[in-house]
């Protein structure tokens, strides 16, 4: 789908689903107001328990979530907010991402680890 934003990205899924503005921030527990703003970019994304709740309202395929949840966290200038408990509570993890850093890691870098670690769960 490729959006430039959290809100473009909401926006569309809603209309593709044929939810309305109101009907989606009724089902969300916020004002359409609330809503309207988020879709044109004026506030930050919603917290991640509404997030959860839109995605399964929009029915996301796990990749489109994570889309979601990439450009929520761009919006906050922050990694997606799905992702800080798992960085915080693993030191390991963090040492990974800081030596990719001092390595200046590339795409190909990453995929090839991405690939390994799929592999190992097929297994």
């Given at each position: 789908?490729?959006?430039?934003?959290?809100g473009e990205f909401i926006a569309k899924k809603r209309l593709e689903r044929r939810?309305?503005?109101?009907?989606?921030?009724?089902?969300?527990?916020?004002?359409?107001?609330?809503?309207?703003?988020?879709?044109?970019?004026?506030?930050?994304?919603?917290?991640?328990?509404?997030?959860?709740?839109?995605?399964?309202?929009?029915?996301?395929?796990?990749?489109?979530?994570?889309?979601?949840?990439?450009?929520?966290?761009?919006?906050?200038?922050?990694?997606?907010?799905?992702?800080?408990?798992y960085i915080m509570n693993r030191s390991y993890v963090s040492a990974a991402l800081?030596?990719?850093?001092?390595?200046?890691?590339?795409?190909?870098?990453?995929?090839?680890?991405?690939?390994?670690?799929?592999?190992?769960?097929?297994?």
């Amino acid at each position: 789908m490729s959006c430039h934003n959290f809100g473009e990205f909401i926006a569309k899924k809603r209309l593709e689903r044929r939810i309305t503005l109101r009907k989606m921030a009724e089902m969300l527990d916020c004002s359409a107001t609330f809503l309207s703003d988020i879709e044109k970019d004026r506030r930050n994304p919603l917290d991640m328990e509404r997030m959860e709740k839109l995605s399964q309202i929009l029915a996301l395929s796990e990749e489109e979530r994570n889309e979601m949840l990439d450009l929520a966290g761009r919006k906050r200038n922050s990694v997606a907010p799905d992702l800080p408990d798992y960085i915080m509570n693993r030191s390991y993890v963090s040492a990974a991402l800081r030596t990719a850093r001092d390595l200046n890691a590339g795409e190909a870098e990453w995929q090839k680890f991405i690939d390994d670690l799929e592999k190992r769960s097929r297994s």
